[in-house]
Structure formats: structure tokens, C-alpha cells
DNA sequence: ATGTAAACCAAACAATTGGTATGCCGAGGC
DNA sequence: GCCTCGGCATACCAATTGTTTGGTTTACAT
């Protein structure tokens, strides 16, 4: 169990930085503890001070953080083979909560077998330091959506991000993948009010850019929707070289 | 020269994390190289690979992002002692713009340098890495700051936040500091308009909330005006253990 | 089968925020 | 000295988005 947690991580870091079979070995040996959770679960609250980071096997999850007054404004959404929570190697409080959206597998790596390895292996810890990269450059890109996009642009560029990354692990077929979130969900990833987020949904059913059943989304008219994003996939930082 | 613009550095990092002698050490050998900026330069431009990191030693600068049609995001505001774009060390385009916001004194420093520094010095590499980690952690708060707070608290926000910043380097003097912007960069900012930017600080001006002349801010009532953001200052990390 | 809660949909209305136009003032160039 | 330009202020109007409310469907538990 422990070595399709670890492939499911050196199947994300192979695919953007160059690491040697050495590298990859170790990254086999770490102690991985799996753990399932439900959806809407809080895998690790804001406050607290994590002792392991979070590998994502199998299903979606979110970072969120509140305002005092109560409303809630969500950070990142993340797919299979993330380490949503690296930074608390380094960032010893949380300043914010890392929760399920979907039904989730989790592995969880002990701090200390992290940096071990990180001495051990500084390719490794080159390529994770990467990670938290490009984690903060797709906060940049999220601060633009929310900051200077229309809601209806926020939207698409949204489900046009999701697909983007889905397809790059795989899990999309041709142009369709399943993307399972509650509009409430939606509105507190985008900024906006839950009605808002409804209109915007049946405005883009009517254009015919994506289908919807309960919860599930999927993309129609995927070129459409790219276009009326302004999506640009730099911020991805997909390619390791160059 | 060189020595001061290493010195700055050293005391933004020891600031917030445990470094001995010999990381210290090896931080003054570094080889920079100092510069001077005009306001509102390029410093390094999005699309741009660059080859070196850049140390603020004086003035303030920021991290820019335009959308494709046309409009400006701000994604970050930095002071001296900063590294603002670290992340290039293991990113190699640049998915935005660095930029002067007033006359500056910088520092350049070679990535092979750091990338040296880094593999002889593991705790320095750290403490870098922790940096790029809370630069993470303010861009994750400018979002709830966009997606979820009126104009009034995102302003408010943004003021507290600066002079907290500011306060921790020994650049206030008890309530007062200068903090010189101009409105269209503090709607870049907020994701305003600027027009909105000026009513805003119309009313905490008839409030008694901030002074400002020309282009220089100074907070008046800094208790209310924090009560107004609802600033919480965990997710600055200003210190470096638990 | 029935009840309940959550998600979704829809309409009317309200509020915040944006756009445009205009005038003023101070800084700097010639 | 004068001109131009950028930044600031203010007014008016428009548009986007939020709020409130209520109704419908779906899922699931009893």
C-alpha cells in the first residue's frame, strides 16, 4: 500500500524535475501511514502544527482559510499526487485548513523522515522546494482571477485550470473529466455569492460551454471556455527544464 | 558595499530563523551586486529566465501580473531586507513582473551562488526555502483579502499589513510611517477601481483613520483601523520556532 | 412511504463598485 | 514664465454582484 502512496509522488515529481534512480529510491523508502477520509473532512486545521505532511492518493481537496466574520475564502484545490501541506515543514503554525472535498486516500510522511531525506537526497529537496513553488505561483494566478476577472471569466479560467492539471495526471478523457464540487464550494473559491456562481452556471449550460448533473462538471465546448478565461498555462510551471 | 547589502540580508534572516556562525559567515561571502533603480522599473520581467536573485536593500518594489486584456493585478508589496523573487532560483520563466515602486537600491546575486550556498549550507538553504514559504503564506492571505473582504477592510487590510511589516524592520516610528503609493497602484492592489480607491480613503481620512499627502500614507488611529481589517498576523511567520 | 436536509434554481430588489467626464493642483521640462 | 502631464478629487450614471426569499429536486434516513 505504503509503494502506491510513494508512486503516486514520484510519479508528480518525475514529471517536472529530473531526479536519479538513486532519488527515486529513497523516495520509495519513506514511511508512509494511509489514511481515508470522507468528504468535507478537515485533514489539518488551521492552528495547529503538523508533525507530517500530506500526500494525496485519491480524490480532491482544498485549502481554506475564514475571516473573522465568518465567511470563508478557499486558497488552491488540489488533485492526486499533490503534497498539499509541504510548507508546515518549514511553517511550523498553519494559517489555514487543508479539508477534503471529495472522498479521499491520504498518505502521511513524518517531518522528520522529510528532512532526512531532504539532507540525503538535495535533488529531492530541490525538486519539493520546487513544489511549494509553484504551489505559491498558482496563488499568484488565483489572486489575478479573483482580483481582475469577471466572474463569468473567474469561472471558466477556474474549470479550465482543473482540466489542465487533470489531463496532465491523466484522469481526463479527451475533452471530459469529472469534477465534483458544490456550488457554495465554487463561490467561496471564486469570491463570489452562491446565486452569482448559479447564474454564471446557467449562462454558460445556455452557451452550450459545459454540462452539469448535481454536482459533477464537465467541460463542452473546452476551446470556448479557454478563450473566454484568457487561460495561460505558464503559471503551471509544467515543464521542468528551460 | 556589498557588505551592507549582505547585512541585510543576514538580519531579515536570522530574524526569523536559527542560523550559526559559519551560515552566517558563508552569507557575507556572497557575491552581489549592487544596482540602483529608478520608480517604476522593470526590475525582471514576466517571460523573462533569469539568472540571478534580487536582494531589496532599500525602497519598496513589487510582484506584478497583467491579464490578457489589459489589466494589472498586484500580487505582492516587499521592503528591504527581501528576496522577492527567490522563486526564480527553481523557476525558471517568470510568470510576472518585478517592478520598483519607488527608487531602489538593489542587490543581485547569482543563482549558481545561492545553488552552491544552499548545497554546502543545508540550514541556509532552510531558511530560504522558509522565506519563499511565507511569501506563500501573504500571497495566500492577499486572496481572502480580494475574494472576501469590502473595499474598506481590503484597504484597511493592506495599511495594517504594511506598517506591521515595516514595524518589524525598524521603519516606523511608534504609529507613523511612510508609505508612498499612489492610488492606481493601491487599486492594482485591491482589485478597485481607482476611483473606489479614492472614495475609500476619502472616508477613513473624514474618519480620522490615515493621513496622506500627495502619495504618502500614514495610519492615525492604527487600533481602529486594525479592528476595521480584521488583521490576524499569524500568517506573516515573524517567528521561527513552534 | 414519508420526512428532512442539502443542493439547486429563480426572481425581485438592493448595494457595492465601476466607468466616464471634468476640473484642479503641483512637479518638472523648455 | 508657461505648458504639459500625472495624480488627485468629485459628480453622475451604469453595471455587476449581493441579499433575501421561496420553491423544487434529490438524497438519504426513518
Same mark, same amino acid.
Given at each position: 500500500?505504503?509503494?502506491?502512496?510513494?508512486? &503516486?509522488?514520484?510519479?508528480?515529481?518525475?514529471?517536472?524535475?529530473?531526479?536519479?534512480?538513486?532519488?527515486?529510491?529513497?523516495?520509495?523508502?519513506?514511511?508512509?501511514?494511509? =489514511?481515508?477520509?470522507? &468528504?468535507?473532512?478537515?485533514?489539518?486545521?488551521?492552528?495547529?502544527?503538523?508533525?507530517?505532511?500530506?500526500?494525496?492518493?485519491?480524490?480532491?481537496?482544498?485549502?481554506?482559510?475564514?475571516?473573522?466574520?465568518?465567511?470563508?475564502?478557499?486558497?488552491?484545490?488540489?488533485?492526486?499526487?499533490?503534497?498539499?501541506? #509541504?510548507?508546515?515543514?518549514?511553517? *511550523?503554525?498553519?494559517?489555514?485548513? !487543508?479539508?477534503?472535498?471529495?472522498?479521499?486516500? #491520504?498518505?502521511?510522511?513524518?517531518?522528520?523522515?522529510?528532512?532526512? !531525506? *531532504?539532507?540525503?537526497?538535495?535533488?529531492?529537496?530541490?525538486?519539493?522546494?520546487?513544489?511549494? @513553488?509553484?504551489?505559491?505561483?498558482?496563488?499568484?494566478?488565483?489572486?489575478?482571477?479573483?482580483?481582475?476577472?469577471?466572474? $463569468?471569466?473567474?469561472? &471558466?479560467?477556474?474549470?479550465?485550470?482543473?482540466?489542465?492539471?487533470? =489531463?496532465?495526471?491523466?484522469? $481526463?478523457?479527451? %475533452?471530459?473529466?469529472?469534477?465534483?464540487? $458544490?456550488? %457554495?464550494?465554487?463561490?467561496?473559491?471564486?469570491? @463570489?455569492?452562491?446565486?452569482?456562481? *448559479? =447564474?454564471?452556471?446557467?449562462?454558460? =449550460?445556455?452557451?452550450? !460551454?459545459?454540462?452539469?448533473?448535481?454536482?459533477?462538471?464537465?467541460?463542452?465546448?473546452?476551446?470556448?471556455?479557454?478563450?473566454?478565461?484568457?487561460?495561460?498555462?505558464?503559471?503551471?510551471?509544467?515543464?521542468?527544464?528551460?
Amino acid at each position: 500500500m505504503a509503494s502506491n502512496l510513494a508512486s &503516486a509522488l514520484i510519479t508528480k515529481l518525475t514529471a517536472s524535475n529530473i531526479l536519479d534512480g538513486a532519488d527515486v529510491q529513497a523516495l520509495q523508502q519513506l514511511p508512509i501511514k494511509q =489514511r481515508r477520509l470522507a &468528504a468535507q473532512q478537515i485533514i489539518v486545521a488551521d492552528g495547529s502544527q503538523p508533525q507530517e505532511c500530506c500526500l494525496l492518493e485519491e480524490g480532491f481537496a482544498f485549502r481554506a482559510k475564514m475571516t473573522p466574520d465568518g465567511h470563508r475564502q478557499v486558497l488552491s484545490l488540489h488533485i492526486p499526487g499533490e503534497i498539499p501541506d #509541504l510548507q508546515s515543514l518549514h511553517l *511550523n503554525v498553519m494559517d489555514h485548513d !487543508l479539508l477534503t472535498l471529495t472522498p479521499c486516500s #491520504l498518505g502521511f510522511i513524518p517531518h522528520a523522515a522529510l528532512r532526512n !531525506l *531532504n539532507r540525503q537526497r538535495p535533488k529531492v529537496a530541490d525538486a519539493l522546494w520546487r513544489e511549494t @513553488l509553484i504551489d505559491a505561483a498558482m496563488f499568484r494566478e488565483w489572486i489575478v482571477n479573483i482580483g481582475r476577472r469577471s466572474a $463569468t471569466e473567474r469561472m &471558466a479560467h477556474l474549470f479550465v485550470e482543473v482540466h489542465s492539471r487533470l =489531463r496532465a495526471i491523466g484522469r $481526463t478523457t479527451d %475533452g471530459d473529466f469529472s469534477f465534483p464540487i $458544490t456550488q %457554495g464550494d465554487l463561490a467561496d473559491c471564486l469570491g @463570489l455569492s452562491v446565486v452569482h456562481v *448559479n =447564474r454564471v452556471l446557467q449562462s454558460f =449550460r445556455k452557451q452550450g !460551454l459545459i454540462r452539469a448533473e448535481r454536482s459533477e462538471y464537465r467541460i463542452v465546448d473546452h476551446s470556448k471556455l479557454q478563450e473566454v478565461a484568457g487561460f495561460d498555462p505558464t503559471y503551471l510551471h509544467a515543464h521542468p527544464g528551460a
